[in-house]
């Protein structure tokens, strides 16, 4: 792998591989959205990370929310799998590609970010939570310049320390922030429905407090609640005060299999903007 591109890790397997297919079937997702028109300024999305054939209709209703604006950058800000890459990491390549092209990283900001905390650059990671935001990032912008921070910590604490490192490099720039998570992953579809309700009401509510609360449980397998907390705790630092719940669903719905011991995964798409 290249130092200066890091190239794709799942094209032809979560995603679809080749530029012509996986335009048509992000532009496919887009097309079934119900569009909610926000009264505010967009200035987060929470989106989901599994593969596009599980989570991508529900993606599309966060990248919906971008249609049509413009932003200097995206932050994105994911979970760490499998890599282990300390508290907060970004890639030392200068750039990520999909199928669809390069995404730049916006270095400038990379340094602001590491004068506000520590940054580990690594040259491989692996992770798929990350990348697997830039082709709808790609389809629904096609110009921005990227902010890329994986989380390896499970620190609510961590989680404020990078929100507010994010609020102040990004103040004032017109900066998108996504956070990128799937919701509880159990081997029962109706305790994932009852727990992941629980969490999407707390984030709904943009309740910090509550919210943490939701996320907080030994048991919990939201595997993006630090960075959900780290976009949000970011986002209300910079203005906002509204959580729109754009969609939400499971990959039992998707797949129709709901029988007891069957693993299931939760997916939830949300904007999060400054409101009247």
Not at 68 to 92: C, E, L, M
Not at 229 to 241: D, E, H, V, W
């Amino acid at each position: 792998m290249s130092q200066q591109v890091r190239e794709s890790i799942i094209a032809g397997s979560w995603y679809p591989g080749s530029a012509r297919q996986l335009t048509r079937t992000i532009d496919g997702y887009m097309g079934n959205v119900e569009h909610a028109e926000l009264e505010g300024e967009l200035v987060g999305l929470i989106s989901p990370h599994a593969g596009y054939a599980y989570s991508g209709q529900t993606a599309a209703y966060a990248y919906d929310q971008v249609l049509g604006k413009s932003f200097d950058v995206v932050a994105i800000v994911s979970p760490v799998h499998r890599v282990q890459v300390g508290r907060f990491a970004v890639t030392s390549a200068r750039a990520y590609e999909t199928p669809l092209g390069q995404v730049g990283l916006d270095e400038e900001l990379v340094a602001a970010l590491g004068d506000q905390i520590s940054l580990n650059r690594v040259g491989y990671d692996g992770e798929h939570s990350l990348e697997i935001q830039l082709p709808f990032l790609q389809v629904a912008l096609a110009d921005f310049t990227l902010l890329p921070i994986m989380v390896g910590v499970s620190s609510f604490e961590a989680a404020k320390e990078l929100g507010a490192a994010l609020a102040q490099v990004l103040r004032g720039k017109k900066a998108l922030i996504v956070a990128s998570s799937d919701l509880h992953h159990i081997e029962n579809y109706d305790q994932v429905v009852r727990r992941d309700q629980v969490v999407v009401d707390a984030i709904a509510s943009l309740d910090m407090d509550r919210i943490r609360d939701a996320l907080s449980p030994w048991d919990c397998s939201v595997c993006g609640r630090i960075p959900i907390y780290a976009m949000l705790t970011a986002a209300r630092q910079i203005g906002a005060n509204r959580v729109h719940v754009l969609h939400q669903t499971n990959s039992g719905d998707v797949t129709g299999i709901r029988t007891p011991g069957n693993y299931t995964v939760g997916y939830m798409a949300a904007a999060v903007y400054k409101g009247p």
